[in-house]
């Protein structure tokens, strides 16, 4: 909530920067006793969409403020003051510079009436605003503010809803090839063929993570594969709960495919938490057993590039995946076959072809298409404003780019 | 302090040297001296990560309340917020029921809220971090006028760029659609965008890693060895 | 494949063992910084931008310098900051110190420990030099400063008034400063600085940060920007011109320098390994080619 | 029932989080953060199962090998005690891939390691404040440890990235298709860029060709096809999170959750 109004802080203080400093300079030079007049129509409501504790002092620029034409700015910024009576004592509260018209006051108590007055400040004092109030803070059960974040999300999740439950009725939908994902049953092959084992990484953030989540996941549909063509697998993990799910997982998929006496906990054991000695323990398990196969699902950091140099030193196949921007260059540098951001959410669905998982990727198609029609409506609205000159493309571009401000 | 005598300090460094150079050796072969230092770098780190969580989490999150929820209990003060608190104690204590075979199945229940956490947290946060910035951001106009009213050709190309390399970028995550016709040119030009981003990413960061090794050296060169002021 | 099973000597390059490219960079950073190998560097354009600035503003400018960093980031930002401040010191400037991170205020004492004191004796605290310290308010803090310095300033780090500070006493806001340098790699940072005092105040704001964020602070160069330092390669190019200008400063630590060798070198070997790479793929495809239309 | 619940509780937690996100009033308005708290805490219990298994398994090849290795200096006689320390250098010291599991050494060196880090913390050994001290607290046992061991494997491990990017980027950046060599262009100018070879090399340009000057030619490729392609991941990215949250959330994956045996 605090974002929210220090979001506001800005904005108005972005404005009231730009307005007020053209002219500071000049400022300097008038006399600060000139009489300046206090801030106008002050009002004072309960913040909107926050969980109480908070009230909104808004207010008209003093006319010394600077307005655009005046040449002279002689307040310098507002104090907001605050009693419990209208009869005081004030205390401040709060200060917003020239040209701000709120201010966002989060020290308040809910239910208690409060009243405010606002000074126009210069150099020497000033002038107050008349007393105004009571107001009262309280929490709301709607947050106005984030209307756009909910219908956005709204959209974006039925359109998936709506794919997964229309493939859940039967519907054919067609999904393209992926490379990686192709050659997970021929890596896995390999490694059988050769009686080698086969290294499985999922990242090394915690289940907190969703990439962690994917890692998971994928986990499980190789492990399928495995079981069935009994391959050894080396699940060592970097977190504790990631080793409790992935054990679960890999137990699950020995289960279904009929082979839970082929199943040990050992396959998936503990290293340690700490990045880089999880990193010097993989490379260790890389050079002693030489997986023919290494798998990369999840988050990475700076270890990925240390782990798929090394695995391509052993001359083990790779296959990787992982949402972290920073880290993809290194994969599709060192590994066969890279699944790039959107494609690592993919892979478990693409991987269970289940009808109502590939349903889910064709929600987010439709995702992809929205996203890329409010990105050219946006673009056209303003590109229009700016060869045409007509005010209203601009509006109207604002008010479009608006939908995506998060405040 | 005896840890602060010369001796003790050129110790240390001599020992931070050793370990230096034994992680070293592994780009030569895989040896004991690099298993000997992977050994100790498993033990301490896990070590010290449980340490770790054990002042920084568990005592400070969840014992001092429970404790102080306890002596609120007997003077009779209301304890909600230490109530709370039982639930992530049961949730933990149900994760190591695993080791019991006959309750094991519990465990899967923190398992359940760890991940439906995750997911409602992370759909939340993506969608707003990664979705809505991104398309505010991408919103601008492709023409662009300085303030005299002069086309702005170089400006606006560069947007235009963007913009174009944008959609084509997101042509490529296409899945339900084949790659091929127009689409799968369209598609192509996005794995060039893709390629010219990873390449200037790996570029980029080559700087840093060599400050790492740089660092390294010189600690050897100059704090170990003392050949280089 | 070439004729007969020896693998031909391009093809041995293309597939070469690794350890040979390990101990080429091994030996291209260790070399350099056992021989203290420097290269000349040469001044890019939005380095030398701020350079000049300071170069060319009269004795006794007022340049105001902020400490928007943690010690994380001090051995990539601190070399640009010393000699941002050495070259301000030179041309007897007026330097005033302050920090939007609460970590830069301990650096920026300690920058005029190791800095100032040491090598400007004759510089006096409070009429050369002075540090205001922290204040929190990131961006707020700027915008209300732009306006009215003393609003948020009433004593220095120190617990000074700051209308006792002689050299305090011209300055009523942002706006009286002839430069504002602010070093940092995050938020608040170069940007704040930018959208809240430089372009509302029309104040140049010039800037050193991390390699990381300099991509990120490019577009606001030059309008929006006076200069623009990108962590060592930054700092090594305002060392390099500041000793060609002010020999007397060759004989002071320069890191951004002493880096640039091993970096640079190491540069070197990985783009030569690149050629070499890609010269015997294409040299054995053509081969290749060669042997196919022969049969 | 047993699988059932834990899809319940999945749903629950998922989609109350996500409601929580705009509801400000209390108890909704700090949810995720009370979760968020929870989850430390499992992790830290979680934590009691990995330290084990760490324990357990490399208690197991210690006690394996080490039994071995008696048996082994027991036969043939003689005071098998002084011939298992003469022969220990040779035992610890054996083939890497040792089959008879003599590189028990390893194992008890990690678990030396493990419990001398866990005696020096959790006992605040050394501390100067004693039991009131702050467990990082730089003259304490623990971060003697740190600094003198953790922070040079640490840092050692790091830097070995100097060598690999060095290895990766030479067999990576071959021009074998056009996507290779975009690549390899890209990373070849930006690398360029950040030496001096890359200012002199095209130093001689003249001004109305300034932007093929490298350092802006590299600059201008960070700050504009760079950014493309980083949006379209980054959007990517999102819609493959929102896609597969909504997928367990509604337990249409479910695979994390294991099955019910017999």
């Known amino acids: 909530m605090s974002r929210r109004i220090s979001r506001i802080i800005v904005f108005s203080l972005i404005f009231g920067g730009i307005a007020c400093c053209v002219h500071s300079g000049a400022a300097l030079a008038q006399s600060p006793d000139a009489a300046v007049r206090p801030p106008q129509n002050v009002r004072a409501i309960d913040t909107r969409g926050d969980e109480g504790g908070s009230i909104t002092v808004m207010w008209d620029l003093s006319p010394d403020d600077y307005d655009g034409t005046a040449e002279a700015v002689t307040v310098i910024g507002y104090e907001i003051m605050r009693a419990e009576s209208p009869g005081g004592p004030f205390a401040s509260v709060g200060f917003a510079s020239a040209g701000a018209t709120r201010f966002a006051d989060a020290s308040t108590h809910d239910g208690t009436d409060y009243y405010y007055q606002v000074t126009a400040s210069t150099s020497s004092g000033g002038p107050v605003s008349p007393v105004i109030g009571p107001v009262r803070s309280s929490p709301q059960w709607f947050n106005v503010n984030r209307a756009n974040v909910f219908i956005i999300g709204i959209i974006l999740s039925m359109s998936i809803i709506f794919y997964i439950a229309s493939a859940r009725r039967g519907k054919k939908l067609f999904i393209r090839r992926i490379a990686g994902l192709e050659a997970v049953q021929e890596a896995i092959g390999r490694a059988t063929e050769m009686g080698r084992p086969i290294l499985y990484i999922p990242g090394i953030q915690d289940m907190d993570d969703v990439q962690t989540v994917a890692g998971v996941t994928i986990l499980g549909y190789v492990a399928r594969t495995i079981a069935e063509y009994d391959t050894k697998i080396e699940v060592p993990t970097s977190r504790s709960i990631v080793m409790s799910t992935a054990r679960e997982t890999i137990k699950a998929a020995y289960i279904a495919a009929g082979r839970p006496d082929a199943y040990s906990d050992d396959a998936v054991h503990y290293v340690t938490d700490e990045q880089f000695g999880y990193v010097a323990a993989v490379d260790g398990i890389m050079v002693r057993d030489k997986p023919a196969t290494c798998f990369y699902m999840g988050a990475f950091f700076a270890e990925s590039l240390i782990m798929a140099e090394t695995g391509n030193s052993i001359g083990a196949i790779q296959i990787a995946g992982t949402a972290m921007p920073a880290q993809l260059p290194f994969f599709v540098a060192a590994c066969d076959y890279t699944l790039i951001g959107e494609e690592l959410f993919a892979a478990s669905a693409y991987l269970s072809n289940e009808p109502k998982q590939l349903g889910s990727l064709k929600g987010q198609d439709v995702g992809k298409s929205i996203a890329m029609l409010a990105i050219a409506t946006g673009v056209i609205l303003f590109t229009l404003h700016q060869v045409t000159r007509v005010q209203w493309f601009m509006d109207a571009g604002n008010w479009f780019k608006d939908l995506f401000l998060l405040n | ?229 | 494949m070439s004729n007969g099973n020896q693998p031909s000597f391009l093809e041995k390059v293309q597939a070469l063992d690794r350890r040979v490219i390990f101990l080429f960079i091994a030996l291209a950073v260790s070399l350099p910084l056992l021989f203290h190998v420097v290269f000349p560097e040469k001044i890019s354009p939005i380095v030398s931008s701020m350079f000049d600035r300071i170069e060319s503003l009269p004795e006794g400018s007022r340049v105001l310098i902020s400490f928007d960093y943690s010690p994380s980031t001090v051995p990539e930002v601190q070399p640009m900051v010393d000699a941002v401040m050495r070259h301000c010191a030179a041309r007897k400037q007026k330097l005033y110190l302050m920090a939007l991170w609460a970590t830069g205020q301990n650096i920026t004492d300690e920058t005029i420990d190791r800095v100032l004191k040491v090598e400007f004796p004759e510089y006096r605290y409070g009429e050369d030099y002075v540090n205001i310290g922290y204040k929190s308010g990131n961006q707020g803090l700027i915008n209300v400063i732009l306006t009215d310095l003393k609003k948020m300033y009433t004593t220095d780090v120190h617990g000074t008034a700051i209308d006792s500070i002689p050299m305090m006493a011209p300055i009523r806001n942002l706006r009286n400063f002839d430069i504002i340098f602010t070093f940092g790699g995050g938020f608040p940072g170069t940007k704040e600085w930018v959208l809240f005092a430089g372009d509302p105040g029309r104040i140049p704001v010039a800037s050193g940060v991390t390699a990381v964020q300099a991509p990120l602070l490019y577009p606001y160069y030059p309008s929006q920007l006076l200069g623009l330092m990108g962590g060592i390669k930054g700092a090594a190019e305002y060392e390099s011109e500041l000793i060609r200008r002010y020999p007397q400063f060759e004989s002071l630590p320069h890191p951004g320098i002493d880096m640039m060798g091993p970096q640079a070198v190491a540069h070197l070997v990985i783009m030569l390994f690149i050629v070499i790479g890609n010269v015997a793929y294409f040299a054995t495809r053509n081969r290749q080619a060669s042997d196919q239309g022969a049969r | 029932m047993r699988r059932q619940v834990p899809l319940v509780i999945t749903f629950i937690v998922g989609a109350v989080l996500i409601i929580a996100a705009f509801i400000p009033h209390h108890p909704f308005g700090r949810l995720g953060e009370n979760f968020s708290l929870y989850f430390d805490i499992i992790a830290v219990f979680a934590f009691l199962l990995g330290g084990g298994n760490l324990v357990r398994i490399h208690g197991g090849k210690f006690m394996r090998g080490i039994r071995s290795s008696i048996q082994e200096a027991k036969k043939g006689g003689g005071f098998w005690p002084l011939k298992f320390l003469v022969e220990f250098p040779f035992f610890a010291f054996g083939g890497l891939e040792d089959k008879r599991g003599r590189d028990w050494f390893f194992s008890l060196i990690t678990l030396l390691g493990f419990f001398a880090m866990l005696y020096a913390g959790l006992f605040k050994v050394g501390n100067p404040d004693g039991w009131q001290g702050n467990v990082t607290n730089p003259e304490a046992l623990f971060q003697e440890f740190y600094q003198s061991m953790f922070n040079p494997l640490q840092a050692t491990m790091y830097a070995l990235l100097a060598f690999f990017v060095a290895s990766a980027s030479y067999r990576a950046f071959r021009a074998k298709s056009p996507e290779a060599t975009i690549l390899l262009a890209t990373a070849f100018v930006i690398l360029l860029g950040r030496t001096p070879a890359g200012t002199y090399a095209t130093d001689w340009l003249p001004q109305s060709l300034s932007f093929f000057h490298i350092p802006n030619l590299a600059n201008w490729i960070m700050a504009v096809p760079n950014l493309a392609g980083q949006r379209a991941i980054m959007i990517g990215i999102s819609l493959g999170v929102i896609a597969m949250s909504l997928r367990v959330i509604l337990g249409v994956e479910r695979t994390y959750l294991g099955a019910d045996e017999k």
């Open chain 2, 1 to 229: 302090m005896w840890m602060d005598s010369p001796n003790w300090v050129t110790f240390g460094t001599w020992v931070a040297a050793l370990l230096t150079l034994g992680i070293m050796s592994f780009l030569y072969k895989d040896n004991k001296v690099y298993k000997f230092c992977e050994a100790v770098f498993i033990g301490i780190s896990a070590g010290y990560w449980f340490v770790s969580y054990f002042w920084q989490t568990l005592l400070p999150r969840l014992g001092d309340p429970l404790v102080a929820g306890a002596k609120s209990f007997f003077s009779g003060s209301p304890i909600w917020g230490s109530l709370v608190l039982f639930i992530p104690l049961g949730l933990g204590v149900m994760m190591l029921l695993r080791l019991i075979p006959k309750t094991g199945w519990l465990s899967r229940w923190p398992l359940a809220f760890v991940v439906g956490y995750t997911a409602g947290l992370r759909l939340i946060t993506f969608l707003q971090s990664n979705a809505m910035t991104q398309l505010q951001n991408s919103v601008q106009p492709v023409v662009r006028y300085d303030a005299a009213g002069g086309f702005l050709a170089w400006e606006s190309f560069n947007i235009l760029l963007v913009t174009v390399g944008t959609f084509a970028g997101l042509f490529y995550f296409f899945f339900s659609k084949e790659h091929k016709g127009a689409f799968g040119r369209v598609a192509r030009l996005g794995t060039w965008f893709l390629m010219i981003t990873f390449g200037a990413a790996f570029g980029y960061t080559v700087m840093g890693r060599m400050s790492l090794l740089i660092g390294r050296l010189d600690f050897l060169l100059a704090d170990w060895l003392k050949v280089i002021g």
